[in-house]
């Protein structure tokens, strides 16, 4: 079936360190979302990538979408311990069972003072 | 406020003892879904709902019931609990399809265990 895996499901850093996580799709996506859940917490949505190769910034975090909307990344800059938490993909794939929302494993994101 | 509520956060309960979790939303939203969250499993769709009456399975409905009756309320029925039924179970709505420039609220999460 269809498939969203991120790598790696987990990552400890040292604050100020940089941290990329990366979702890969088995088939090709409409458009990506991403979402962050702090321990203990709620996903909560971060955003949307669309078009082919598109890139995203709010602030520290950069989001890439894959030129052949297949894979995505997340890039966090001179991480702070506010990141802590797991970092989720969500893809729609493009035709078949477009209401289906599959998300991805997920990635742990330790950050250490 | 905006937002997704759930009840009960938190379920301890026994193998094939009915139960029913409630997900109520404030935002007017067409589009509600429920997920379980497993480690190692990420957020998975049991079942999904795209207006009122109309509702359709995700990815691991088996065992799960739901129904949308009115467009706030989206409850998760385990007719039968089993132990492979603990879970962190979610609740989502948006606006209008997922996917589409349309982030999804998640409630605060159930947390069940089939004992």
């Known amino acids: 079936g269809q498939q969203v895996m991120q790598i790696p499901q987990y990552q400890h850093v040292q604050e100020g360190e940089d941290f990329t996580t990366y979702c890969n799709s088995s088939t090709t996506l409409s458009n990506i979302q991403w979402y962050k859940q702090r321990p203990g917490g709620h996903p909560v949505f971060l955003i949307q990538?669309?078009?082919?190769?598109e890139v995203k910034k709010q602030k520290r975090l950069t989001f890439q979408f894959g030129e052949a909307k297949k894979n995505s990344s997340l890039h966090i800059t001179a991480t702070q311990t506010t990141d802590v938490g797991t970092y989720f993909c969500?893809?729609?794939?493009?035709?078949?069972?477009?209401?289906?929302?599959?998300f991805g494993t997920g990635t742990l994101l330790a950050v250490q003072p | 406020e905006a937002q997704v509520t759930q009840n009960p956060r938190y379920l301890i309960t026994v193998t094939g003892k009915k139960l029913t979790v409630t997900c109520s939303q404030n935002?007017?939203?067409?589009?509600m879904s429920w997920y379980r969250q497993d480690p190692g499993l990420g957020l998975r769709q049991i079942y999904y709902s795209m207006n009122v009456e109309v509702t359709d399975k995700g990815d691991v409905p088996e065992g799960y019931k739901v129904s949308r009756k009115e467009k706030r309320n989206f409850p998760l029925i385990l007719e039968s609990p089993s132990p492979n039924q603990t879970s962190l179970y979610f609740c989502a709505s948006s606006l209008d399809r997922w996917g589409e420039g349309n982030e999804q609220f998640f409630g605060p999460g159930t947390r069940l265990t089939v004992l």
């Open positions: 969500a893809g729609l794939p493009r035709g078949g069972a477009t209401n289906k929302l599959i």
């Open positions: 990538l669309v078009k082919s190769g």
């Open positions: 935002m007017n939203h067409e589009y």
